[in-house]
């Protein structure tokens, strides 16, 4: 089989097609076809070994996929279409995933949508509904809104009867978090100011923050008493620290989001995870923006421009159908720069 290989740690550079022996599955997993992977942000960590999990050399990275499952196995019938999470492994034609990380697929949501479905609203749902205990009504502010994360956040913050207000760096970007539900887009420079003016200074419930770095104490600061910031990852490269005396004041909290490290704890919460959001699915509710599609091939590409922040939506590798499309072709563009 075909699949996209680590060969060094020196970012994107180091990621080369090669044919591989195809996975054979271990007790509890299931081998699925894959047919598109989604592109996320501990891809990018993992080519340089910045992730906390360090395969060693050479290894195929790819965190969430979405195919026909290839025998019957883990309570799925051969042909089933499934999402899942290999966690390493996805850019490649076959991969083998443990049972409790792969999920049902409705027949009307391609597998594009697909595999841009489990990472990112798999960790929203934890943060908001797990972690900060969201409640309808509420108003929250969500960090990088037009990522991965962040469209998730919002349309799922919308679906449970939030207030949504995005924090995005470009008109462009706005118009993504708009399509994913935020009600209202404020622009970077400026936005505590431009958040305390929408809620007549009151400020907001939930901040939903995976960029981390220098918005994080503005962040904090456009709380409203009892509001809770959940860090979910640091996008921005930079690692903030909290001065405990504003929580005091405040009576604010900070809370981390680990739903890798929780799925361990609990190995059946991804799936009951996943029923919950089934009907939201299945409505159309949470709907993945894809920005562009790259073939297997151009899978450095595809990290390279989201290790650059020049991502608009979901990036997609599609494994199955590698034939040029109009969004792989401008993407291209994008990558040659």
């Known amino acids: 089989m075909r699949a996209a290989i680590i060969t060094a740690l020196n970012g994107p550079d180091g990621v080369v097609i090669r ?3 195809e996975p054979e599955p271990a007790a509890g997993q299931v081998r699925i076809d894959v047919h598109s992977a989604g592109v996320v942000f501990p891809d990018v960590l993992q080519t340089r070994g910045g992730y906390q999990l ?3 050399l050479p290894f195929t ?3 969430e996929v979405a195919g026909a499952v290839r025998e019957d196995s883990g309570g799925f019938r051969a042909g089933d279409r499934v999402a899942a999470m290999p966690v390493i492994g996805g850019f490649a034609e076959t991969v083998a995933v443990s049972s409790e990380m792969v999920f049902p697929l409705p027949d009307d949501v ?4 697909g595999a841009a479905l489990p990472l990112n609203y798999l960790t929203g749902h934890f943060a908001l509904m797990r972690r900060a205990r969201l409640v309808a009504g509420e108003t929250v502010l969500v960090q990088g809104a037009a990522g991965g994360v962040g469209t998730a956040a919002c349309q799922l913050a919308a679906a449970y009867g939030a207030r949504v207000i995005a924090v995005v760096s470009t008109p462009e970007k706005g118009d993504i978090a708009r399509a994913a539900g935020a009600h209202e887009v404020v622009e970077v420079a400026g936005f505590r100011d431009q958040v305390s003016r929408l809620t ?3 400020g907001v419930d939930v901040v939903v923050d995976p960029v981390g770095g220098d918005r994080f104490t503005d962040s904090l600061r456009t709380l409203a008493p009892e509001g809770r910031l959940i860090v979910i990852g640091f996008t921005g490269r930079e690692i903030p620290t909290v001065k405990v005396n504003r929580l005091l004041l405040t009576n604010t909290t ?3 989001a680990a739903s890798e490290e929780f799925w361990h704890l609990d190995p059946g919460y991804a799936k009951r995870q996943w029923n919950e959001l089934m009907p939201l699915i299945r409505s159309g509710a949470i709907d993945p923006p894809i920005g562009a599609i790259f073939s297997l091939e151009e899978t450095a590409s595809a990290l390279r421009a ?3 922040r020049r991502a608009i939506g979901r990036l997609i590798v599609r494994v199955r159908e590698p034939s040029p499309t109009p969004a792989t072709q401008s993407i291209r563009s994008l990558g040659s720069h």
């Open 110 to 113: 391609g597998f594009d949508k």
């Open 54 to 56: 360090r395969p060693e």
């Open 19 to 21: 044919d591989q022996p």
């Open 200 to 202: 007549d200074g009151r």
């Open 306 to 308: 989201m290790d650059e």
């Open 61 to 63: 990275p790819g965190w």
């Open 254 to 256: 900070v809370m981390g």
